[in-house]
């Protein structure tokens, strides 16, 4: 997630009044969703019209609205890269949303997701307190990452010669072993089950920056632990970077990728139990 702006006037207008359609149209869905769970009585037309007419916004919903509607700044990604996102939230949303990146999309993600767990995690502690002071409600923890963009070619060709970095072994909270596991975040990352996590996230464009290697790495260790039925939805942003398509293709994997818009790509990535690959390789 960049914290810059990149759009020109006329696209930052466009794609403001896009996101907030997004927002009002999540708000909407979720009231529906909410209301047919407990209308058992009723019948479905006249139940959709009352709680069109009816629904109640949630505070995150509304100050999101406020917020692209009045500023110059707009999220990274384009309105069709948002949109593949939004696709799954709006049919699976209440949910548990975790998000590798804290910027100026981070109110309209949390919006699309009002009832669920949505949680940020931000490399730089500075920029989780600025953003935190604008918008106190968004659940955000600064994190710190072992690795080096530069270290990507010697992390990819050697994980495999360390044990605790194996498919079949690998895990996260504690493993010091492998370098490629996100070892020290918060205690709620590794306790909840994630139905969607979104890597925008940390910074990997300078050689001493972190880079996505261990993002990519433990989502897809996360994905593979799930507990329960179902997969989980991986969404990995600037894929026209070398050292994020590489490492998709080698821990996401091509035959899981659902959708491929713009600089996004979704997976759709089963329990290890379900998959096909063989113990040593994730793909």
Known sequence: MTKSPQFQPEKKKLLVVAIAGLIAAALVISTLI???????????????????????????????????????????????EITVSFNVL???????????????DSLMWNSFNPRGTTLFLEEDPKWVQSVLKDAPSLNAHAVQYR???????????????EPLCSPSEAFLRGNV???????????EVYDQQWDIIMIDAPRGYFPRAPGR?????????????????????VYLHDVDRRVEKAFAEEFLCRKYLKDAVGRIWHFEIPLAANSTNADDRFC
């Open 213 to 233: 290697m261990a993002a990519i790495f433990s989502a897809a260790v996360m994905a593979r632990q799930r507990r329960g039925s179902g997969v989980t939805h």
């Open 147 to 161: 690795t080096q963009l530069s270290e990507a070619d010697a992390l990819l060709s050697s994980y495999i010669k």
């Open 177 to 187: 072993g492998c370098k490629l596991a996100l070892t020290g975040l918060p205690d």
């Open 34 to 80: 909410r209301s047919a769970e407990n209308s058992f009585f009723c019948s479905l037309a006249s139940s959709k019209a009352r709680d069109v007419a009816e629904y109640t916004a949630t505070p995150i919903q509304l100050r999101a609205i406020l917020h692209y509607a009045t500023s110059k700044i707009v999220p990274q990604q384009s309105l069709a």
């Open 90 to 104: 709006k049919e699976i949303s209440p949910c548990n949303f975790l998000v590798f990146g804290l910027g100026y």
